[in-house]
Nanobody, 115 residues
Framework: QVQLVESGGGLVQSGGSLRLSCAAS????????MGWYRQAPGKQRELVAR???????YYADSVKGRFTISRDNAKTTVYLQMNRLKSEDTAVYYC?????????WGQGTQVTVSS
């Protein structure tokens, strides 16, 4: 069974930084994609960034130049470095793993940016 454990959320002032982590355990395929999504109150869940096992990355336009996604050498932990945070970045952030043909989600971590 695959499990994802997220950490690193919290309260930060506008312009500040936070780093989210997501550790995957279990049977992880060598070819996979890990990503971060977020969901603000009253809004749909949206893709923030993702990284493939070959290190190809994708960013939503709203976070380009401010957020950086990376993963460790074992490719089981993904990080999201969030800089120059804005109030509109406030949301619950979820980690997702596409493992072969199955997808797994973390429990979510709250990020609140105060203006």
């Amino acid at each position: 069974q695959v499990q994802l454990v997220e950490s690193g959320g919290g309260l930060v002032q506008s312009g500040g930084s936070l780093r989210l982590s997501c550790a995957a355990s279990g049977s992880i395929a060598s070819i996979n994609v890990m990503g971060w999504y977020r969901q603000a109150p009253g809004k749909q869940r949206e893709l923030v960034a993702r990284i493939s096992s070959d290190s190809t990355t994708y960013y939503a336009d709203s976070v380009k130049g401010r957020f950086t996604i990376s993963r460790d050498n074992a490719k089981t932990t993904v990080y999201l470095q969030m800089n120059r945070l804005k109030s509109e970045d406030t949301a619950v952030y979820y980690c997702k793993l596409l493992n072969g043909f199955r997808e797994y989600w973390g429990q979510g971590t709250q990020v609140t940016v105060s203006s």
